[in-house]
């Protein structure tokens, strides 16, 4: 009769068999790994929700500076000069749209993030007259999970 150390040992012993052992230390290395891969996924949801929040912060304060400038552009007299006047009215009209636009793609990228806590795209009016300018894009992502193909 063969004696193998993993199906007979002394249940009175105060050591564990070494199978046990060895998965004791491979459930600690996997809950390890998984500690560290919790904290950066709260990382990442800080970042992006922050990411999407400043562009909002940052849509609604220049949307603010430029009602003050069309303002302050529409009390000065007649006698402006109309080119002066087309040109600031198409470059607030391109700014508005540019920062609209990132603002509310940065709120759609934490939507399409599953962990990340969604941001609300912000409320952009349309500019009075139309942009001439093409807005920036970012790139959309999309949930590796859903993404993988079936095996």
Do not use: C, R
């Not at 609604?60 to 006698?79: D, G, H, K, R, W």
């Not at 198409?90 to 990228?109: E, M, P, R, W």
């Amino acid at each position: 009769m063969i004696f193998h150390h993993q199906h007979h040992f002394d249940p009175w012993s105060s050591e564990a068999p070494p199978w046990a052992v060895a998965l004791q230390q491979q459930g600690a290395l996997i809950l390890e790994k998984l500690d560290t891969e919790m904290a950066l996924s709260d990382d990442l949801n800080a970042a992006v929700s922050s990411l999407a929040s400043g562009f909002a912060a940052e849509h609604t304060a220049v949307a603010a500076e430029l009602a003050a400038l069309s303002a302050a552009l529409a009390a000065i007299p007649a006698a402006a000069d109309p080119a002066v006047t087309a040109a600031v009215t198409q470059a607030v009209a391109n700014i508005t749209t540019i920062t609209g636009s990132l603002a509310i793609d940065a709120a759609a990228l934490t939507a399409s993030i599953p962990a990340v806590t969604t941001v609300p795209a912000p409320v952009v009016v349309a500019p009075a007259v139309v942009p001439t300018v093409t807005a920036p894009v970012l790139a959309p992502v999309t949930d590796p999970v859903a993404a993988a193909p079936a095996a």
